[in-house]
Nanobody
Framework: QVQLVESGGGLVQPGGSLRLSCAAS????????MGWYRQAPGNQRELVAA???????DYADSVKGRFTISRDNAKNTVSLQMNSLKPEDTAVYYC??????????????WGQGTQVTVSS
């Protein structure tokens, strides 16, 4: 089975930086999208950043210019460098991988989440 394990979360002051990492294992199709989502208390889970195996990226407007996503296709890892952190970035961050199967099926897996708290 596919497993995703996040690491790197923690407490940081406003303006600080954190780097989140996610290691995926199992039977993962090579053509896929890996990304990061976040969910704050009372809020819906939202896309933060995603990157395809081909290198295309997508960022939430709120993090553009501050966050950078990267991945290693051979290792099935994805990272999120978060700079200039703001209190509103506080959330549980989840790693995600997904790909299209044949017919109209979609395969999607989630990590357990890692807490990021931005506070002075």
């Amino acid at each position: 089975q596919v497993q995703l394990v996040e690491s790197g979360g923690g407490l940081v002051q406003p303006g600080g930086s954190l780097r989140l990492s996610c290691a995926a294992s199992g039977s993962i199709f090579s053509t896929n999208t890996m990304g990061w989502y976040r969910q704050a208390p009372g809020n819906q889970r939202e896309l933060v950043a995603a990157m395809t195996s081909g290198g295309s990226t997508d960022y939430a407007d709120s993090v553009k210019g501050r966050f950078t996503i990267s991945r290693d296709n051979a290792k099935n890892t994805v990272s999120l460098q978060m700079n200039s952190l703001k209190p509103e970035d506080t959330a549980v961050y989840y790693c995600n991988v997904k790909w299209r199967g044949f017919i109209r099926s979609t395969h999607e897996y989630w990590g357990q989440g890692t807490q990021v708290t931005v506070s002075s």
